[in-house]
């Protein structure tokens, strides 16, 4: 996938569950010092190629990253068995599995776990049955979808009855999948055991994803807030993110993802709408004006950008030498109570953001006593620019 332009160093070694032997790969050092050791759980059809960017950034990081193949996870894979070996259940098991090697390797307390698609559904009821030993969770478009997908009868390109599934079921070719895969989720609720982890969890969703809708997550989202609170939970969109991210997209994730590592909420979603620019120059000054409108939304506050607001670039030839977004929000923080939140967005280089964040509201006083961090998500029509802090 490569999705970050590099070609990544890790060491490959292999593991057995029963009868199976699972292919795992290690990015970075063996002994992080501080931090808890990462678990990457690639999707339905995918290997651990599919993830490898990811444990390569979190490796970046500081962190010791694992990516494996599921048990029949994908047609060729590096690990033993065949697709008809493989169900959500069974991937549990590989999970706990790769689970119990890391913490035993780096002799870590807790282990991260981040699953994409059905890995993140896998993760996500991993993490629910044994939170003891899971840090933090992060989902990238989980497939909370397969429950319901069992029960229609109708599961990404294929198709079959669910009130007669026979015992293999055909994909495409002579791929087949097993009984156990689609009956042992026609009675299950996601909801109710895969949204259990009490612990930080973050989850990043693509709103024009086709296979897993958005909505799935919205509901997850909903359903770990209901059973173990708000605080440490975390819901981010991708405007315009299908499933599996693109190159552009994948780096918006995981800019939010290094940022909720950071122990970082999002307080603050602008929705912009640029309006109509104006350019000046003087000598060898040129100054580009771009107002804009929109709104604001977020957990913590709900409002509108107040007229006058202005995105300022300036540059000294052909050299950018300053941006500045300026403007004011009105509207209701998290208590109800009216305010409003004034936002000097600044940059040297048009790509990394800073902004200074001013409110009168109280209850978002902790706004004023840090300095904020922004991720900048392209749109045509104009960005979203996403403020995060220590709540």
Known sequence: MALFGKKHSYTSFAIARDRF???????????????????????????????????????????????????????????????????????????????????????????????????????ALAASEKPQLVDKLVLF???????????????????????????????????????NYITEMQDFDPFESACLFPGDTLIVHGTKDKIVDINYSKCAYTAFCRNSGAENKHFFEIQGGAHGFSAKHDIVATEALKQFLDG?????????????????????????????EGGAKSRFFAGNILPGAVDTWKWQGKQLESCCASYV?????????????????????????????????????????????????????????HIFAKA
Request: hydrophobic share 35%; glycine share 10%.
């Open 21 to 123: 032997a699972i292919a795992c790969r290690r990015f970075g050092p063996k002994d992080p010092v501080g931090k808890p050791p990462v678990i990457v759980s690639h999707g339905f059809m995918g290997t651990q190629k599919t993830t490898e960017d990811y444990a390569a950034k979190f490796a970046e990081w500081g962190y010791t990253a694992y990516t494996f193949d599921f048990v029949g996870g994908a047609p060729r894979n590096s690990s033993t068995g065949s697709m008809a070996d493989m169900s959500v259940m069974t991937e549990k098991q590989d999970l706990f599995t790769v689970m119990d090697h890391v913490l035993s390797e780096t002799g870590a307390q807790k282990v991260i776990l981040m699953g994409c698609s059905q890995g993140g559904f896998v993760s």
């Open 264 to 292: 970082l909420s999002e307080v603050i979603t602008v929705d912009v709408k640029v309006l109509k620019t104006r350019t000046v120059q003087s000598g060898e000054l040129r100054t580009k004006y771009i107002p804009f």
């Open 329 to 385: 929000l009105s509207g209701f923080d998290l208590k109800g109570q009216p305010c409003h939140i004034t936002i000097n967005n600044r940059s040297k280089d048009g790509r990394n953001w800073q902004p200074e964040v001013f409110t009168d509201s109280k209850a978002l006083d902790f706004i004023n006593t840090q300095q904020c961090s922004a991720v900048f998500e392209p749109r045509k029509g104009g960005p979203v620019i």
């Open 141 to 179: 478009y989980p497939a909370l979808c397969i429950p319901d997908d069992s029960r229609s009868g109708k599961m990404m390109f294929f198709r079959f009855d669910p009130g007669n599934v026979p015992a293999e079921v055909k994909l495409i070719g002579r791929l087949k999948i097993s009984h």
